[in-house]
């Protein structure tokens, strides 16, 4: 056999990841000013934008977040609206659901406040009833 | 399949088929010479194959006589007493006989002939073919290396559980073999695949093959379902039959599908009434159209949540007891959780954390009742593992779910007191908002990156679901379209049991776009629309079944989510690069189908098909499509190649 993708597995991934980001995300949206809001702790210095649009693709975020962050098939929307940068870079050095852990050796704090500059930075949508193609 | 009778001493092959199993005994026991007696010429067998007759001169008589028929003429009737529409093949000498008695005795009609580019997509055709349309087709194919191609979707249509008709052509007898029939002979073909299929035979005789013919039509359509396959010996297709010689069509008779026990069934119906906040969880569920309408009856007797797994389409993706946009929060609320034809009743009441170390919670509440209704439980085979891991439940009913319905229903509506319907109602009122709520996120959720290039995959189905709205449309394969995550599932409305196919079953990719054609087949007679959604790894693994549409007029819209990569391999890989602490700027490497990019509209346009594409510009999608549907609907099909998002 070529190759063998097992559904379960696959929903499983999506599901479980879902599960442990969807606290993050809704704290995303109820925290829309989040982003100018001081995180506590040692800080990493102010992201760089078009740096983490690289990263972000480079180290494969847009693999499960989709290119644009707006979330995918395995993976919550995690912008404009982000959590807090501390909770933010605590998820990603310590994942509680299905999401792969990246240490600093290969993602600094630098790097994740880059990424963080760039998924807050992602176009706000349209209005959900200005797109005849979504309506119910 | 008893191989001793085909090692029986003294026995002249030829001859035996030559006179069919009931006379076959008789006449081996009193051989007859060619030439050597004054039967009239339609009685006279030809020479039995012996040392010195292979190296004699060709017999004079090179054609059917009049008083003859073709063996495969024979297995013609019995298959259009079958009910085959559709034998899909691609063409092979050693069914060669049963090829040209299809297309001149049948005269290429019930059933008619569908030329396929490889065995893969045949079956995968057959398999989707049956999820549409509720009538099992057959693949012809080499014992040998028609088998061999054809077995991975033989595969898939095993772990989905759905009878596809296996048809191997071989010649056994090694004494008459053609060079190349040499490659093509095998002792016993179905080995290779008698794992995951659930019933094999090779024919010895016209009469034989008529009884086998039949019987594993009956086994393949008993639920479980399952493949079959028939190996149809060269010699028995080719060789002459005396017209004289009455040969009979053994009659079709399905067993009933087996219900639950009565008793069982009043006691799920008494769990499942006095529950708080029962669940309904349907995967293989619906055989019929009649599932559907059962499964809503169900649940709004109950006002019960229902998620629907999508192995088969269960359940209208917006009645407002549908919360598999919410599924994982269902099932953690449910006091009462009823399996219908589940595929993975572990996953479902269960998380597995794939991380270094994998780590597995129960997520349904550890008090929470669990009953199972599934002809799972009735079968079940060792090697491949599709089972899937064991849960432990309160009321195993060993059935057939569809069946089983309507016994549940009755008990149901026998024990609903005016106090539990106050009850019943409330919970309704409130699963309807939960629903509501969930599609509105789904919604808003589709407008997040709504102007990206490469398009998004939520406005790819947005877009089409658009222009198909109002069609009377049915979406014949989608690999995303299995799971509360897919956009299909949380935009569109289906609500008809052809709207959707389910999937490939095992998993294994190539799947998608074989069956795209053949579930297009199917809703071809009805006119209906057929679209898929159609990724461009699956498409890579059998691209000659554009061909094949086009060649037969299927009409199929086929919209490619061409996002260059197979990228749940990419996130594998990915996580493995991450536990092992090594980075993963590389974790694309092998995964990627970049470099060149694939133009898949010049991949259509050059088997005459309809296409457009690249479309990198989310605003030219709905346009195209517009376009494609109308070449569509004139009965040809037409792609639409879409750059997408990873996922």
């Known amino acids: 056999m070529r190759k063998s993708k097992v559904k379960s597995q696959k929903s499983k991934v999506a599901l479980a990841f879902f599960g442990a980001l969807s606290a993050a995300v809704t704290l995303a949206a109820q925290t829309a000013t989040a982003p100018s809001a001081k995180p506590p702790g040692g800080l990493p210095p102010p992201g760089r934008v078009d740096a983490g649009g690289v990263l972000y693709k480079k180290v494969g975020c847009y693999q499960c977040h989709a290119n644009e962050a707006q979330g995918g098939l395995s993976g919550p929307r995690i912008g404009p609206n982000v959590v807090p940068i501390a909770r933010f870079s605590d998820y990603i050095r310590k994942p509680t659901g299905e999401m792969p852990p990246y240490t600093a050796k290969v993602l600094t704090d630098r790097d994740i406040a880059d990424i963080y500059a760039w998924v807050q930075a992602r176009p706000r949508p349209p209005a959900v009833n200005t797109l005849p193609q979504l309506a119910p | ?647």
């Not at chain 2, 399949?1 to 006379?23: D, H, I, N, T, Y």
């Not at chain 2, 299929?197 to 039949?214: C, I, M, N, R």
């Not at chain 2, 998608?512 to 159609?534: D, T």
Request: net charge neutral; glycine share 8%; charged share 20%.
């Open chain 2, 1 to 647: 399949m008893g191989r001793s009778k085909r090692s029986r001493p003294g026995v002249e092959r030829r001859r035996f088929l030559q006179q069919g199993a009931l006379a076959g005994a008789a006449l081996v026991a009193a051989p007859r010479v060619a030439g050597a007696q004054a039967a009239p010429p339609a009685q006279t067998p030809p020479p039995v194959m012996t040392h010195a007759a292979e190296g004699a001169a060709p017999a004079d008589v090179l054609v059917l006589r009049d008083e003859e028929r073709a063996g495969s003429d024979f297995m013609v009737d019995v298959f259009k007493s079958l009910g085959f529409e559709y034998f899909f093949a691609n063409p092979g000498s050693s069914f060669r006989g049963l090829h040209e008695s299809v297309i001149n005795y049948g005269g290429n009609r019930g059933p008619e002939l569908i030329t396929c580019c490889h065995e893969e997509s045949s079956v995968a055709m057959a398999h989707a073919y049956f999820k549409a349309e509720g009538k099992p087709a057959a693949v012809m194919a080499h014992g040998t290396v028609g088998l061999q191609h054809a077995s991975m979707a033989i595969y898939n249509a095993w772990c989905d559980r759905v009878p596809v008709y296996v048809i191997l052509g071989n010649h056994a007898d090694a004494a008459i073999r053609r060079g190349p029939e040499w490659y093509h002979g095998v002792q016993d073909a179905a080995a290779m695949v008698r794992d995951y299929t659930k019933w094999d035979d090779f024919p010895w005789s016209p009469t034989h093959f008529a009884e086998s013919a039949v019987r594993a039509y009956q086994v393949a359509m008993t639920p479980p379902m399952a493949p079959v396959v028939m190996v149809l010996d060269g010699g028995l297709q080719e060789h002459p039959v005396p017209r004289s010689e009455r040969l009979a069509v053994p009659k079709v008779s399905m067993p009933v599908p087996p219900q639950g026990e009565r008793g069982a069934v009043e006691e799920a119906a008494k769990m499942l009434v006095a529950a708080e906040y029962p669940v309904l969880v349907a995967d293989r569920m619906a055989r019929t159209p009649n599932g559907m309408k059962l499964l809503v009856e169900l649940a709004e007797t109950l006002q019960a949540a229902v998620i629907d797994q999508g192995s088969r389409m269960n359940f209208p993706s917006r009645h407002p007891l549908n919360q598999t946009l919410r599924a994982r929060a269902a099932v953690a609320e449910a006091d009462v959780i009823v399996g219908l034809e589940l595929v993975d009743y572990w996953g479902t009441v269960n998380a597995l954390r794939d991380q270094l170390h994998r780590t597995a919670r129960r997520v349904a509440k550890p008090t929470a009742k669990l009953v199972s209704i599934t002809t799972g439980d009735l079968y079940i085979r060792a090697n491949y593992q599709d089972f899937r891991r064991l849960q432990e439940v309160d009321l195993a009913i060993g059935a057939d779910a569809e069946a089983t319905l309507p016994a549940l229903i009755d008990a149901v509506k026998r024990l609903v007191t005016a106090d539990r319907r106050r009850v019943v109602e409330e919970r309704g009122t409130k699963l309807a908002q939960a629903s509501r709520t969930a599609a509105e996120a789904a919604r808003v959720a589709a407008t997040y990156a709504w102007e990206a290039s490469p398009v998004s995959v939520a406005r790819l189905s947005a877009e089409l679901w658009a222009q198909i709205k109002t069609e009377d449309w049915s979406l014949v394969s989608s690999y995303y379209s299995n799971d509360q995550t897919n956009w299909p599932r949380r935009l569109w409305n289906f609500d008809k049991p052809y709207q959707w196919l389910g999937h490939a079953g095992g998993g294994g990719i190539g799947y998608g776009a074989p069956a795209a054609v053949g579930g297009a087949l199917a809703n071809r007679r009805h006119g209906r629309l057929s679209v898929a959604i159609q990724t461009d790894g699956d498409m890579m693994y059998a691209p000659g079944v554009i061909w094949t549409a086009a060649h037969h007029r299927i009409p199929l819209l086929t919209v490619m989510n061409n996002n260059r990569a197979y990228h749940q391999e990419i996130m594998h890989v990915q996580k493995m690069c991450n536990a092992r602490n090594r980075g993963v700027d590389r974790g694309e490497l092998g995964s990627q189908l970049i470099d060149p990019n694939i133009d898949f509209a010049r991949l259509a346009q050059s088997m005459g098909v309809h296409a457009e594409g690249p479309i990198t510009n989310p605003n030219d999608l709905g346009p195209a499509l517009r376009r494609a549907i109308a070449v569509v609907k004139t009965g040809e099909p037409a792609l639409v190649d879409v750059v997408t998002q990873a996922r």
